[in-house]
């Protein structure tokens, strides 16, 4: 999936259900709807801004979401109302939004400049949100790190606890059973005389 897609359903709680692959009659439903608003709403429309054109098509949503389905036989405003869905709290920004790999070194870099994010996402996909001075960096809907922007380059701003993991010793304490073991052998070695050495490449030896 798209990374930024999947931080939108994290952002916003749900699951996204692929469709099937090679089967047309999943993602053909989908796209018809698309191919239904194109041809029956923009077709020969006039707007003069971004907030008249959403109003025009709320208002065409409305009118035809209240007429009878011709394959359910339903109306879907009133099988909207079944569905429970829940309100939106809070507002998902694309349009400051990019999208970042974790490098090995825990860091992400954003406008010439690099920021820690925590150990486990290494070689993942974060998103990295910007409002006015602040630098947001989310996975999968969740804020993981957050840090005032800077405006000068090539700087890096680390979170110490980002790096924590490598700056605490493991303590193990397993018991090797080889040395402590009751039937351990403690094989010596003898030390050969090098007088053996000698007569083998046929040098003389001095007593």
């Known amino acids: 999936m798209n990374p930024?897609?999947?931080?939108?359903a994290g952002f916003y709680g749900f699951k996204p259900v692929l469709c099937r692959p090679y089967r047309g009659q999943t993602k053909g439903k989908v796209e018809r709807t698309v191919r239904y608003v194109r041809e029956n709403f923009m077709v020969g429309i006039r707007y003069s801004s971004l907030e008249d054109l959403n109003g025009q098509a709320l208002a065409w949503c409305r009118k035809f979401n209240n007429r009878v389905h011709g394959t359910t036989y339903k109306i879907p405003a009133q099988q909207l109302s079944e569905e429970c869905l829940q309100p939106?709290?809070?507002?998902?920004?694309?349009d400051r939004m990019n999208v970042r790999k974790v490098e090995k070194d825990f860091l992400i870099s954003y406008a010439s400049n690099k920021f820690s994010v925590?150990?486990?996402?290494?070689?993942?996909?974060?998103?990295?949100l910007v409002l006015q001075n602040t630098l947001s960096i989310h996975y999968n809907g969740e804020r993981i790190a957050l840090y005032r922007l800077s405006y000068n380059k090539?700087?890096?701003?680390?979170?110490?606890?980002?790096?924590?993991?490598?700056?605490?010793?493991?303590?193990?304490?397993?018991?090797?059973?080889?040395?402590?073991?009751?039937?351990?052998i403690d094989y010596s070695i003898v030390p050969n005389s090098l007088t053996q050495y000698d007569i083998l490449i046929g040098s003389d030896i001095d007593e």
């Open 4 to 8: 930024q897609f999947v931080d939108f």
């Open 88 to 94: 939106m709290l809070r507002e998902y920004i694309t």
């Open 118 to 128: 925590p150990a486990e996402y290494i070689g993942k996909d974060v998103t990295v």
């Open 154 to 184: 090539n700087e890096i701003t680390v979170n110490k606890e980002h790096y924590r993991p490598l700056m605490t010793r493991q303590a193990f304490h397993a018991k090797n059973t080889l040395i402590h073991g009751p039937e351990m």
